[in-house]
Nanobody
Framework: QVQLVESGGKLAQPGGSLTLSCAAS????????MAWFRQAPGKEREFVAA????????FYADSVKGRFTISGDNAKSTMTLQMKNLQPEDTAVYYC???????????????????WGQGTQVTVSS
């Protein structure tokens, strides 16, 4: 049974940094595609980043490319999202997601992911 638990969300200042973690049980990173999505107040959930060792690729939304880095540690069963140069528009609830069946063309689609965490709040404000 897959279980995903996010942590690390908090208040950060513009230009600051945060690292989010997703503790994953029942998942092997060699088989699963792991992703981060976020949902800002009043907006739809959107794709942030994903990695797939099975596909040998990482993926980023244009809005975070160059500022965010996704990585996974299979030995610790933990996925992280390092966020730098945070902006107020990065304020959102961040969700961890996983799927064993997503294909490359579906990586950015939330409907492709079967398992979700409960979310962690990131607020960027001075």
């Amino acid at each position: 049974q897959v279980q995903l638990v996010e942590s690390g969300g908090k208040l950060a200042q513009p230009g600051g940094s945060l690292t989010l973690s997703c503790a994953a049980s029942g998942v092997t990173f060699t088989r699963y595609t792991m992703a981060w999505f976020r949902q800002a107040p009043g907006k739809e959930r959107e794709f942030v980043a994903a990695f797939s060792r099975r596909m040998g690729s990482t993926f980023y939304a244009d809005s975070v490319k160059g500022r965010f880095t996704i990585s996974g540690d299979n030995a610790k069963s933990t996925m992280t999202l390092q966020m730098k140069n945070l902006q107020p528009e990065d304020t959102a609830v961040y969700y961890c997601a996983s799927s064993a069946t997503v294909i490359m063309s579906q990586v950015r689609s939330q409907s492709a992911y079967a398992h979700w965490g409960q979310g962690t709040q990131v607020t960027v404000s001075s």
